[in-house]
C-alpha cells in the first residue's frame, strides 16, 4: 500500500499542522535591546512550515502560531559546499540528515505537486511565531500543499525531539574492564 506525503488544500480549507506557507511575514527581534529604549524591528519573509497542533488551529486556542523554515535540499548541499566539505563528508551528512541524526534539521521527501519538485529541509534551529489572524489572512489567499499522516506525526516528533534534548556536563566514560565480554 502507498502512502501519498502530501496533499493540496484549497484556500478555504482549515490550516493544519504541516502545512507550507510562503513569503510568511515574522518579525526578527533586534540583536541588542536595553530596557525603556525604543525598538526598531525587522520584518522579513520566510518560507515555513506550520508546526502547531491542527486541534489548537482550528479550535481557536492559540494567539501565536508556531513555523519554522524550509528550503530546498539543493540550497542545504550548496550550504554544504560552501562550508568546504568534499563530496564524501556531503554524502555523508546528506544520508545521515535522511536518518534523522541532525536534529536541527528534518528531511521531507519530494514535493511533486504544482511543478515544485524537490525536497525539502525543515529548521528546527529557528522557531517563530505568527499572530493567527496574519496566518489565516496569508493562507487564504491560495491553495496550500500540507504533509499528510504519518508523514506528518514524524515531522511534529522530530520537532519534539530537538527541543527535549539535554546536554550533559560531562559524558559516561565506560571502563575498559566492562566492555570487554568475560567467560566464566
Known sequence: ????????????????????????????????????????????????????????????????????????????????????????????????????????YHLLNKVNINEVEDYYIVDFRNVYGVHMSSLLKLTSKSDRIRVLPPYREHLSQAFARFFMRVGLPQDIKIEKEFISIKKA
Open 1 to 104: 500500500m502507498e502512502y501519498p506525503w502530501y496533499e493540496q488544500t484549497d484556500n478555504n480549507s482549515p490550516i493544519e499542522q504541516g502545512e507550507f506557507v510562503l513569503a510568511c511575514p515574522i518579525v526578527i527581534p533586534p540583536e541588542n535591546y536595553s530596557e525603556g529604549e525604543t525598538i526598531d524591528v525587522q520584518i522579513s519573509e520566510i518560507n515555513c512550515i506550520i508546526l502547531s497542533q491542527s486541534c489548537d488551529l482550528q479550535n481557536g486556542k492559540l494567539e501565536i502560531a508556531l513555523v519554522c523554515p524550509f528550503f530546498s535540499l539543493q540550497k542545504f548541499i550548496a550550504g554544504l559546499e560552501e562550508s568546504g566539505k568534499n563530496s564524501s563528508e556531503r554524502k555523508k551528512t546528506i544520508e545521515n540528515l535522511r536518518k534523522g541524526i541532525l536534529p536541527g
